[in-house]
């Protein structure tokens, strides 16, 4: 199998990149500005002619999108994404995406809403949620919701939210974190490890990946503390408006054998 990674210097790209690499199957990954990796090719996803070249001359029999760009993504949407279809045609595609609506148990069918410009992130949501359509009319697509990511990848780094944690530890700082603000979560080994078995799975459509119940921020904070062995003192719960927004796994447990675990 010859699997092509789009954005693999990412956190969650090298870490498929090196669990497919490992198992002996062969893999291209791609990376636009940082470069973890020394056999990692640059490209950059905006130069569509030098994209659609690749996928040609390549020719992969998975392609995994794992590329963010949080200000330009409704630009891939718009632009690349179409172009990027066509070079694929009947290959088996595998689209990372987002959470699309705030919902409680949001399942696969869950209607996705574009948020307006004063919403956070709206570039980055709205781009999601568009190329989810172009990428739909494919006949050989899977589209991942993941919840969101934490975990050290193999090189050794850590997620963002960990990081941040990490520093209000070793600093003693105050941490205020929602107890009454639930998310879904995925640890970046599990979640690669479900994209990599969709890799030769015939699924075709939308699938949520991560793990079996939802968490708070505060309650979830208080179990890296524990995973890592830090001191959690700083952690210190409040109310904030309530913002649900969590998916429903019974699709996932259903049609993967892949584990989704807590912490």
Same mark, same amino acid.
């Given at each position: 199998?010859?699997?092509?990674?789009?954005?693999?210097?990412?956190?969650?790209?090298?870490?498929?990149?090196?669990?497919?690499?490992?198992?002996? !199957?062969e893999v291209l990954g791609t990376y636009s500005k940082n470069?973890?990796?020394?056999?990692?090719?640059?490209?950059?996803?905006?130069?569509?002619?030098?994209?659609?070249?690749?996928?040609?001359?390549?020719?992969?029999?998975?392609i995994i999108w794992t590329v963010m760009n949080h200000e330009?993504?409704?630009?891939?949407?718009?632009?690349?994404?179409?172009?990027?279809?066509?070079?694929?045609? *009947?290959?088996?595609?595998?689209?990372? *995406?987002?959470?699309?609506?705030?919902?409680?148990?949001?399942?696969? *069918?869950?209607?996705?809403?574009?948020?307006?410009?004063? *919403?956070?992130?709206?570039?980055?949501?709205?781009?999601?949620?568009?190329?989810?359509?172009?990428?739909?009319?494919?006949?050989?697509?899977?589209?991942?919701?993941?919840?969101?990511?934490?975990?050290?990848?193999?090189?050794?780094?850590?997620? !963002?939210?960990?990081?941040?944690?990490?520093?209000?530890?070793?600093?003693?700082?105050?941490?205020?974190?929602?107890?009454?603000?639930?998310?879904?979560?995925?640890?970046?080994?599990?979640?690669?490890?479900?994209?990599?078995?969709?890799?030769?799975?015939?699924?075709?459509?939308?699938?949520?990946?991560?793990?079996?119940?939802?968490?708070?921020?505060?309650?979830?904070?208080?179990?890296?503390?524990?995973?890592?062995?830090?001191?959690?003192?700083?952690?210190?719960?409040?109310?904030?408006?309530? !913002?649900?927004?969590?998916?429903?796994?019974?699709?996932?447990?259903?049609?993967?054998?892949?584990?989704?675990?807590?912490?």
């Amino acid at each position: 199998m010859k699997v092509l990674i789009l954005g693999a210097s990412g956190f969650l790209g090298g870490t498929i990149f090196s669990k497919i690499k490992n198992s002996g !199957n062969e893999v291209l990954g791609t990376y636009s500005k940082n470069n973890k990796n020394r056999d990692y090719i640059k490209l950059d996803v905006f130069e569509i002619s030098s994209l659609t070249a690749l996928v040609t001359e390549y020719k992969p029999d998975v392609i995994i999108w794992t590329v963010m760009n949080h200000e330009r993504e409704e630009e891939i949407a718009e632009k690349v994404m179409p172009a990027l279809c066509d070079a694929v045609g *009947s290959r088996r595609f595998i689209f990372v *995406s987002t959470s699309v609506a705030y919902e409680k148990n949001m399942s696969e *069918s869950v209607e996705p809403f574009l948020r307006t410009a004063e *919403s956070y992130n709206h570039h980055y949501f709205n781009g999601k949620i568009k190329s989810e359509q172009v990428i739909s009319k494919l006949p050989n697509y899977c589209i991942v919701r993941p919840g969101s990511i934490y975990g050290i990848d193999p090189f050794g780094e850590m997620d !963002n939210r960990s990081l941040a944690l990490k520093k209000h530890v070793d600093s003693g700082d105050i941490y205020i974190r929602a107890n009454n603000i639930e998310f879904s979560i995925v640890d970046v080994n599990e979640l690669a490890d479900a994209i990599i078995e969709l890799t030769t799975n015939d699924y075709v459509g939308i699938l949520n990946v991560s793990e079996e119940k939802p968490v708070s921020h505060y309650a979830f904070n208080k179990a890296l503390c524990r995973k890592y062995g830090w001191d959690d003192s700083c952690i210190v719960a409040n109310e904030e408006k309530e !913002n649900i927004y969590y998916l429903d796994n019974s699709l996932r447990k259903r049609i993967l054998k892949t584990r989704i675990g807590w912490l």
